[in-house]
Every structure is written in C-alpha cells, then in structure tokens.
C-alpha cells in the first residue's frame, strides 16, 4: 500500500517529520506532494521547491528512511481537476492523509478514502510559527530536524525572509 500527503512544507518541520516518520513505517511506501511548487520568494511561500525537496530528502535519509518519492506539484488553480492532476504525475497511491476540508473533499469525490492525520504539538510544529520566529530573530531551530536549519543556513534563507517581507512604500 502506498500512502499520499501533501503539504508546502515552507519549510519542513519536525511535525511534519513526526507523521511521515510514522506513515513510512506503517505503508510500504509515502508519496510526499510538495504543493504550490512554483512559488517561492514570498512571506507565506519562502522557499522554492527544490530547496524543500532538499530539506526533506535530506531529514528522511539522516534517519536512514528510504521508501518515499517527493512529488513537486504545482497550482492549476482549477479545482474540479486537481486530484487528476496529481495522479498525472504522482506514482499510484491508495491511501489519502489529507487535514484541509478543501483536499479532503476534493480526494473524496474522485473516491479516496481520506484519513485525518494525527497534529504533533501543532501550536509551535507549524509553517507559519517557523516563519514567524525568522522574522522575530526567535530560536525557529528547534522546530525543524537539524538538516532543514542547515540548508537554511546555507541558501541564507532568514535574510532572504526579512527582505521580501519589506516594502518599498513609505510605512
Ligand atoms: P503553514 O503554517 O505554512 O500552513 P503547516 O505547518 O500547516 O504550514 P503545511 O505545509 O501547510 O504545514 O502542510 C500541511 C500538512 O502537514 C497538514 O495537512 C498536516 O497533515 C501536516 N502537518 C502540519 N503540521 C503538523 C503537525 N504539527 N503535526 C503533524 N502533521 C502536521
Ligand atoms: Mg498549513
């Protein structure tokens, strides 16, 4: 059986890492989607999508996990047609984990079953708190496995988020 979850992951954090963890031990393999592929540079969408697939890979093989595929996939902004457009690309899966009312429904009405996954400390393990103590020059190291916070470092990525979330425009 081979299990789907899909997330931005901007960045990966340790909840993230916590249920993927967990699916590669229980289904023979996971397909990890990384959605909005095409964004990066942004507040809300730092990273590009080969930077997350970096920081994934790199987090599961440290921890000598091997049966995943990553699976880039960007918007179509079409709603009706965004599951088969991930089945267009992604390796066949059987088995949904899906959080957002919107993806839950989406997998349901092309017959999936959709499994609600378990949150993880979900106050502090969240995209958006990592974000946020980037921007405050708050410890967000602790939040992410240790090769996430190092190719962060390397690609200078809380210098690239404080800058794109200044303006030009007088405050
Ligand atoms: P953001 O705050 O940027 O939206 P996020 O932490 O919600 O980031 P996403 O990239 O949106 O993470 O990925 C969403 C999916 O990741 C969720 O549907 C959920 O399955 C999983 N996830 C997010 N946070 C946790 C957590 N703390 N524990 C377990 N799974 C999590
Ligand atoms: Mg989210």
């Given at each position: 059986m081979r299990a789907f979850i899909i997330g931005r992951f901007q960045p990966f954090h340790l909840g993230h890492m916590e249920l993927v963890e967990k699916l590669t031990k229980e289904y023979d393999s996971v397909i990890i989607g990384i959605g909005s592929a095409q964004e990066s540079h942004t507040k809300?969408?730092?990273?590009?999508?080969?930077?997350?697939?970096?920081?994934?890979?790199?987090?599961?093989?440290?921890?000598?996990?091997?049966?995943?595929?990553?699976?880039?996939?960007?918007?179509?902004?079409?709603?009706?047609?965004?599951?088969?457009?991930?089945?267009?690309?992604?390796?066949?899966f059987n088995q949904v984990y899906a959080a957002n009312p919107l993806t839950r429904?989406?997998?349901?009405?092309?017959?999936?079953?959709?499994?609600?996954?378990?949150?993880?400390?979900?106050?502090?393990?969240?995209?958006?708190?990592?974000?946020?103590?980037?921007?405050?020059?708050?410890?967000w190291e602790e939040l992410v496995p240790p090769e996430v916070a190092e190719i962060i470092k390397e690609i200078d990525g809380v210098n690239r988020i404080k800058e794109i979330s200044k303006t030009d425009e007088v405050q």
């Open positions: 809300e969408n730092p990273f590009t999508a080969g930077e997350r697939h970096l920081m994934i890979s790199n987090s599961l093989e440290s921890k000598k996990i091997y049966n995943f595929y990553l699976v880039p996939i960007e918007d179509i902004y079409r709603n009706a047609l965004w599951v088969a457009h991930i089945e267009a690309i992604a390796p066949p429904r989406l997998f349901q009405e092309r017959g999936y079953h959709v499994i609600t996954p378990p949150m993880y400390k979900r106050e502090v393990y969240s995209g958006k708190e990592v974000r946020r103590r980037m921007l405050m020059d708050e410890n």
